[in-house]
Each structure stands twice: as structure tokens, then as C-alpha cells.
T-cell receptor, first 115, second 119 residues
Framework: EAQVTQNPRYLITVTGKKLTVTCSQN?????MSWYRQDPGLGLRQIYY???????DKGDVPEGYKVSRKEKRNFPLILESPSPNQTSLYFC??????????????FGQGTRLTVV | AQSVTQLGSHVSVSEGALVLLRCNYS??????LFWYVQYPNQGLQLLLK??????LVKGINGFEAEFKKSETSFHLTKPSAHMSDAAEYFC?????????????????FGQGTILTVHP
């Protein structure tokens, strides 16, 4: 089954404690991205990757890091989480980044709370 | 830069009534347009997409949307609402974006519209 898998689904952590949210896709997609969803703001792109070892900032990258060492995995790293990073996070993947109208596939989401 | 505006953060309809969710976009180049649905505690899934082949696009679960270039709109409709349609709906635009010598399609989302269906 084609899918994007995120872990964990729910996470409560304390300010300043480093954490990683994993994302894996089994569709051999080149393009992957991370979004955060906040009420009234829709989804905003944090980082994206066009292929292995190629990543770049999205619209709200501050406080986040990513890496793309393998095509299937695209972890999101919060080195020093703060309460304003409390949000619902989604990983997505697609072929060629949707430039030709290609569908993006989304993970189930990770609800992060930073206290 | 592209942008998407969804008019109405909450829409409430009765079961069997027409569903109309509004989306307007801004783009300096021909866009690709999408509607995604998010059911409670789930990720987003594609309802339908416009890729310039036909202005009236039919999607899953009886939804359709019409691309109107003159109005820069891509409103989502369904003739008869069902209780199972209750969800949050997102309109998104994708345009080809150049970065570092390559191009990709960046998705920009609207704010979302929560659809409530009453019995």
C-alpha cells in the first residue's frame, strides 16, 4: 500500500529538549516536504527536499532542521523546541513536486505539544 | 508569489443541501489547483485537481469544482450533503518555482474551511 508514515502520532515534550519526528514514504518519490497546521492559518511549509541531499527552506523554517540521506526518509528535527512550535505537523511526498499537477500524499500527522 | 483565500472558515449545511466552499487564488502564472479533505485525526487526501485539461473537474465522493480564470476562483460544490462529508477542506495552488537551478511545484494552502453537516 502506498503511504507516508510519520512517527510519533502524538508527542508532549518540554522546552529545550531535542526531538525528531520521522517520515518515511514507500512510493520512491523525489519530492518531500514538511508542513505545520495551525488553526486559521492552513498548512505552511517548513522545509522541502527535491532529492537526496537536496533540501531548502520553506515559508516558516525558523527553529527546525531536516536531512535527506535516503530517498525514502525525511526526518524533522527540533533542536530546542519552544511552546510556539506546538502544532500539528504533516509530512508529504510527491513525484516532481507537483509542478505538473502531481498529487501530494500526506502522512497521518504528528500532534506536538511543547510545555 | 501565489496565494489562496478560502472564504468562510466554517460552513454549516443540512443533510441533503447543496455544499458550496469558496476558493480564490492569486498567481502570476497558470496554476494547478487542488482541493484536499481532512477527516478528524487523519492526514489530507486529494478530492480533485485542476491541471488545465477541463475547467469543470469531478472528484471523489460526488464533489466537483469549476475553474474560472476570469474570477480567479475554484469553488468546490456537492449537490447533496451527507453526514460523512463533515471535515475540514483545503484549497491549494501549485505553481512551478525555480530554486537552485531546478524547478518544482510548491503547494500553497488556503486557511481551510470546516464543513458541518446537520441531520
Amino acid at each position: 500500500e502506498a503511504q507516508v508514515t510519520q512517527n510519533p502520532r502524538y508527542l508532549i515534550t518540554v522546552t529545550g529538549k531535542k526531538l525528531t519526528v520521522t517520515c518515511s514514504q514507500n512510493m520512491n518519490h523525489e519530492y518531500m516536504s514538511w508542513y505545520r497546521q495551525d488553526p486559521g492559518l492552513g498548512l505552511r511549509q517548513i522545509y522541502y527536499s527535491m532529492n537526496v541531499e537536496v533540501t531548502d527552506k520553506g515559508d516558516v523554517p525558523e527553529g527546525y532542521k531536516v536531512s535527506r540521506k535516503e530517498k525514502r526518509n525525511f526526518p524533522l528535527i527540533l533542536e530546542s523546541p519552544s511552546p510556539n512550535q506546538t502544532s500539528l505537523y504533516f509530512c508529504a511526498s510527491s513525484r516532481r513536486g507537483g509542478a505538473t499537477g502531481t498529487e501530494a500524499f500526506f502522512g497521518q500527522g504528528t500532534r506536538l505539544t511543547v510545555v | 508569489a501565489q496565494s489562496v483565500t478560502q472564504l468562510g472558515s466554517h460552513v454549516s449545511v443540512s443533510e441533503g443541501a447543496l455544499v458550496l466552499l469558496r476558493c480564490n487564488y492569486s498567481s502570476s502564472v497558470p496554476p494547478y489547483l487542488f482541493w484536499y479533505v481532512q477527516y478528524p485525526n487523519q492526514g489530507l487526501q486529494l478530492l480533485l485537481k485542476y491541471t488545465s485539461a477541463a475547467t469543470l473537474v469531478k472528484g471523489i465522493n460526488g464533489f466537483e469544482a469549476e475553474f474560472k480564470k476570469s474570477e480567479t476562483s475554484f469553488h468546490l460544490t456537492k449537490p447533496s450533503a451527507h453526514m460523512s462529508d463533515a471535515a475540514e477542506y483545503f484549497c491549494a495552488v501549485s505553481v512551478r518555482t525555480n530554486a537552485g537551478g531546478t524547478s518544482y511545484g510548491k503547494l500553497t494552502f488556503g486557511q481551510g474551511t470546516i464543513l458541518t453537516v446537520h441531520p
